[in-house]
């Protein structure tokens, strides 16, 4: 967090203001938790019924190009980025030495070497050291500081977005295009952070309060704030960078095999070439002593980050990354890291909440069904 002098703030913020937000401090911005009239719960309830609209632009978007980008991103990502369609996205990890999660982010291919990343906001910086670091002299870099991005979330998101941009119609889940909308040039994604189908806008910020407007003029968009963001990623399972991945945490400890391609494991045909591919890949075949873990809660007691995770005989086995209320269920749920004899579903646990146990059980995730649109 910021000191309030140096908070930041989006270009938005004076529509967040309008619409009644009320601000905190976030990654160094001032962003709205909620906005007055909805809060959390309705907030949540109106992404999964219909759609919501969010700012992201505190979120770092850069642009990677030269002659060897392709390779010289495969030497810092465990990905085969040179198999990513064009305007093609992939979810990927920066790797420490150590087999540590420096940040996760998404890559989209704009062209033959040239890339679109979008990076966690409180890792903006480390991640552009980072890059410049492994790049060297091998592709440019530079950072869209004075660009906005917005994400419109739901299932109704599809109508209001082929409506404003016909040709996003066409697009399934992790693939982008360029468009215009109302004279304003925009690069479109269909992805998010949500588990429902929807997109997210990358715009001029001079024009990103424009935009927002004339999307939330749709009768089934609102506008949404970081406590249901938390919420609906929480129920989709999906993780947040510094709570449930970290760079004391690695890719197999973190349940993100998925994420390393066949190409980049052993005996693949780029088999590792990235940071920390010697103790990731070791870690593949022998395994690890804990894994990230669902868990669903006996109660209506909320189990929170930091919560101990106990056995049957009392003996700490685990700890909670992430944990709140989930909407849809009308129940809590949370996820963290148990040793890895303990991470089967249904195994019971108790956690620990005000030195009080509360019954958990391991649960599978995603708790709500993804719903991204894949054609």
Same mark, same amino acid.
């Given at each position: *967090? %910021?000191? $309030? ?17 009320? *601000? ?37 978007? /850069? ?6 980008? !392709? ?8 990905? &085969? ?13 920066? !790797? ?11 890559? !989209? ?42 994400? /419109? ?7 209001? *977005? ?28 269909? %992805?998010?952070? !949500? ?48 709570? &449930?991945?970290?760079? $004391? ?9 998925? %994420? ?17 591919? &010697? ?18 809660? &006996?109660? @209506? ?47 019971? /646990?108790?956690?620990?909440? @005000? ?15 993804? @719903?991204?649109? @894949?054609?």
């Amino acid at each position: *967090m %910021s000191s $309030e002098n140096n908070v930041l703030k989006t270009p938005l913020y004076d529509l967040h203001m309008e619409l009644g937000g009320k *601000m905190v401090p976030f990654a160094g911005y001032h962003m709205p938790v909620q906005y007055k009239g909805m809060g959390i719960i309705k907030e949540h309830q109106q992404v999964r019924a219909q759609a919501g609209l969010f700012d992201v632009s505190h979120m770092g978007q /850069l642009i990677i190009e030269g002659e060897n980008a !392709t390779r010289a991103l495969e030497a810092i990502v465990p990905v &085969d980025i040179d198999a990513l369609g064009l305007n093609k996205q992939t979810y990927a990890l920066f !790797t420490s030495e150590a087999g540590g999660i420096l940040d996760d982010l998404i890559v !989209t291919r704009w062209g033959k070497e040239q890339y679109f990343l979008v990076v966690n906001a409180a890792c903006k910086d480390q991640d552009v050291a980072h890059l410049q670091q492994h790049l060297g002299a091998q592709a440019e870099l530079s950072l869209l500081n004075d660009q906005a991005l917005m994400a /419109l979330q739901g299932p109704t998101a599809k109508d209001v *977005m082929g409506e404003l941009a016909p040709q996003t119609s066409e697009l399934v889940f992790m693939s982008g295009c360029r468009a215009v909308i109302e004279g304003v040039e925009c690069y479109i994604t269909r %992805s998010g952070y !949500t588990g429902e189908d929807g997109f997210e806008i990358s715009l001029p910020a001079a024009q990103a309060d424009k935009i927002a407007r004339l999307i939330l003029a749709f009768g089934q968009v609102e506008a949404i704030g970081l406590g249901a963001r938390d919420s609906l990623r929480l129920e989709a399972g999906l993780c947040l960078y510094g709570h &449930d991945l970290d760079n $004391e945490t690695s890719p197999i400890e973190g349940a993100l095999n998925w %994420s390393i391609s066949k190409t980049r494991r052993t005996g693949g045909a780029k088999e590792g070439g990235f940071p920390g591919a &010697d103790v990731i890949l070791a870690q593949m075949a022998n395994g690890v002593s804990r894994k990230r873990v669902g868990l669903s809660i &006996d109660g @209506r007691v909320p189990v929170r980050e930091g919560a101990q995770l106990l056995n049957a005989e009392g003996q700490l086995v685990g700890q909670v990354t992430s944990g709140g209320f989930a909407p849809s269920l009308n129940a809590p749920v949370a996820m963290g890291y148990v040793a890895t004899e303990y991470a089967k579903e249904g195994v019971q /646990l108790s956690a620990l909440v @005000r030195d009080k146990p509360v019954a958990v059980q391991v649960a599978k995730m995603p708790f709500v069904a993804q @719903r991204y649109f @894949r054609g």
